[in-house]
Nanobody, 115 residues
Framework: QVQLVESGGGLVQAGGSLRLSCAASGSTFRFDVMGWYRQAPGKQRELVASLSSGGSTNVAESVKGRFTISRDNAKNTVYLQMNSLKPEDTAAYYC?????????WGQGTQVTVSS
């Protein structure tokens, strides 16, 4: 059974940095796409960034130039380096991994940016 476990969230002041990690366990295959979504209170879940096994990235305009996604295929782990954080980045961040038509989700990690 595939499980995604996120870590690295927390409370940070505006302008600060955090690094999120998501490790997948229970899989013997490489995911086609791994990425991060976020959901703020009262808002819909939105894509932050994703990275395919071939290296193609998809990054939300709101975080371009501030967030960087990377992955370690050998470890089935995806990272999100978040710099220059803003209060509007406050949300629960969810790891997502896709293999063929199956999508897996982590339980989420909270990121809170104070002004």
């Amino acid at each position: 059974q595939v499980q995604l476990v996120e870590s690295g969230g927390g409370l940070v002041q505006a302008g600060g940095s955090l690094r999120l990690s998501c490790a997948a366990s229970g899989s013997t295959f490489r995911f086609d796409v791994m990425g991060w979504y976020r959901q703020a209170p009262g808002k819909q879940r939105e894509l932050v960034a994703s990275l395919s096994s071939g290296g193609s990235t998809n990054v939300a305009e709101s975080v371009k130039g501030r967030f960087t996604i990377s992955r370690d295929n050998a470890k089935n782990t995806v990272y999100l380096q978040m710099n220059s954080l803003k209060p509007e980045d406050t949300a629960a961040y969810y790891c997502n991994a896709v293999k063929f038509v199956r999508s897996y989700w982590g339980q989420g990690t909270q990121v809170t940016v104070s002004s």
